[in-house]
């Protein structure tokens, strides 16, 4: 086996590889030039695999492919997604009257049933039974189920708990009066199935 040139072949193939996997899509141009790169590697690695003349398919010639505006792109692509990664990672801060904070704020006991109260859900109405929708509609939503339907698209939408709690105190606690002393249970109740989303 020559291990110089196994060596050099599997280089390739992965830089070649990781070029065309960097935006999750790939053509079949890529796939065949793809398989060229690793049926080339095998015939490299010697006798223990069988050439491709062995396996009566037709030799494929590799085009010469220049390695600098590869590099380049793939330089570009990995800067543009840092670029985006560090878009996203910027939470929209926003100062939050302390009072609607407090409403917003839930406590995790320390107790194995408290513990065992916030595992991960994937989707806060889904979540809920069909009584706690319906009671949930008509206390903090007004009765209307498409303002109840609007705020758990959007809740199930955020990357993080800061994000959802954000959006309840700009877009909801007001409007939907949950600073009434009457509603403060069923709001926290509420904000443990949105805490549990981001878990």
Same mark, same amino acid.
């Given at each position: 086996?020559?291990?110089?040139?196994?060596?050099?072949? *599997?280089?390739?193939?992965?830089?070649?590889?990781?070029?065309?996997?960097?935006?999750? !899509? #790939?053509?079949?141009?890529? &796939?065949?030039?793809?398989?060229?790169?690793?049926?080339?590697?095998?015939?490299?690695?010697?006798?223990?695999?069988?050439? #491709?003349?062995?396996?009566?398919?037709?030799?494929?010639?590799?085009?010469?492919?220049?390695?600098?505006?590869?590099?380049?792109?793939?330089?570009?692509?990995?800067?543009?997604?840092?670029?985006?990664?560090?878009?996203?990672? !910027?939470? &929209?801060?926003?100062?939050?009257?302390?009072?609607?904070?407090?409403?917003?704020?839930?406590?995790?006991?320390?107790? *194995?049933?408290?513990?065992?109260?916030?595992?991960?859900?994937?989707?806060?109405?889904?979540?809920?039974?069909?009584?706690?929708?319906? /009671?949930?509609?008509?206390?903090? /939503?007004?009765?209307?189920?498409?303002? /109840?339907?609007?705020?758990?698209?959007?809740?199930?939408?955020?990357?993080?708990?800061?994000?959802?709690?954000?959006?309840?105190?700009?877009?909801?606690?007001?409007?939907?009066?949950?600073?009434?002393? !009457?509603? *403060? &249970? &069923?709001?926290?109740?509420?904000?443990?199935? #949105?805490?549990?989303?981001?878990?």
């Amino acid at each position: 086996m020559d291990i110089e040139k196994a060596s050099k072949h *599997l280089a390739k193939l992965n830089k070649f590889y990781d070029w065309i996997t960097s935006d999750g !899509e #790939v053509n079949d141009d890529e &796939k065949e030039l793809l398989k060229a790169y690793v049926v080339n590697f095998y015939d490299s690695i010697g006798d223990t695999v069988a050439t #491709v003349k062995e396996l009566n398919r037709p030799e494929i010639t590799l085009p010469t492919v220049k390695e600098e505006p590869i590099k380049e792109e793939v330089k570009e692509v990995i800067e543009e997604k840092v670029e985006v990664v560090q878009e996203v990672k !910027e939470v &929209k801060k926003v100062k939050i009257d302390p009072k609607i904070s407090s409403i917003l704020e839930i406590e995790i006991g320390q107790e *194995l049933s408290d513990k065992l109260s916030v595992t991960a859900i994937k989707d806060i109405s889904k979540s809920m039974s069909i009584n706690e929708k319906i /009671f949930t509609v008509n206390e903090l /939503f007004g009765g209307s189920q498409a303002a /109840f339907e609007d705020s758990m698209q959007k809740l199930n939408g955020f990357s993080n708990f800061e994000e959802a709690k954000n959006y309840l105190a700009e877009n909801v606690v007001e409007s939907q009066n949950w600073q009434d002393p !009457e509603k *403060l &249970k &069923k709001v926290k109740t509420l904000m443990k199935l #949105v805490y549990r989303k981001y878990v």
